[in-house]
């Protein structure tokens, strides 16, 4: 691998980190709001994730994986809904098994959660989603 290539993905990597962390914020704070307003824990994290796949579609678009073009927004910007779709229902029955069968305390169940839809989310993105071209500064030379 090229020094550039190991840079580029090392740069992904971070940026990666960066809006995963502020998309959690978004997603534990709307979900944190929602309980502090007596909203049940499952509809809080609906909020939780509309809010925060928003956020994320839009950043991972264009400063993660720096796709520019407009081109096939809409289908990207539904294979990611479908995606995060996904990984919300992997969330949702791991919240249930946590809380409800294992009396795990609620904001621990949803840190646990979402570092393992973190990850997932990344891999998905990466290899599915914004797998094609990318705006000219992130082209191999």
């Known amino acids: 691998m090229k020094l ?6 090392a740069n992904e990597g971070f940026r990666y980190l960066i809006v995963g962390g502020m998309t959690t914020l978004i997603n534990l704070l709307v979900y944190q709001i929602g309980l502090w307003l ?20 839009f950043a991972n678009k264009y400063y993660v994986f720096k796709k520019v073009t407009p081109k096939g927004i809409w ?22 098994v946590w ?8 904001m621990l169940a949803k840190l646990i959660m979402n570092i393992i839809v973190i990850v997932l989310n990344y891999i998905i993105s990466k290899f599915w989603i914004f797998k094609g071209e ?3 500064e992130n082209r191999e030379s």
């Open 38 to 57: 007596g909203i049940g824990y499952l509809v809080a994290t609906t909020f939780a994730f509309t809010a925060s796949v928003i956020f994320a579609f």
């Open 134 to 136: 990318k705006c000219e």
């Open 99 to 106: 809380i409800s069968v294992l009396a795990v305390q609620e």
């Open 75 to 96: 289908r990207e910007l539904m294979i990611f809904a479908g995606s995060r779709i996904s990984t919300f229902l992997i969330e949702t029955i791991g919240l249930i």
């Open 4 to 9: 550039n290539q190991f840079v580029n993905h």
